[in-house]
C-alpha cells in the first residue's frame, strides 16, 4: 500500500487511493491518487518501490 503526507489536514502516512504512477521529465517516479475524502496526494518514489507498486496491483502505471 502505498501512503502519503496529505497537505490538507497535515496527517502522515495517510494510505493512497487509486494511485498512478507517472514518470517525471528527470526520470524519476511519483504516485497521485486520492484519500478517499476527496483530498488530492502526490508523493515521489523511487524506482525499485514504483515497480513494486505496479506489480502488486496497488498502483496502474501512465506510462
Known sequence: MLTAY???????NVPMQ???ITKTS????????HDGKGNKMTTML????????????VA???W
Open 6 to 12: 496529505c497537505m490538507k489536514t497535515k496527517e502522515k
Open 18 to 20: 487509486d494511485a498512478v
Open 60 to 62: 496502474k502505471k501512465s
Open 46 to 57: 523511487s524506482e525499485a518501490n514504483a515497480l513494486e507498486a505496479v506489480k502488486n496491483g
Open 26 to 33: 528527470r526520470g524519476g517516479y511519483m504516485a497521485q491518487g
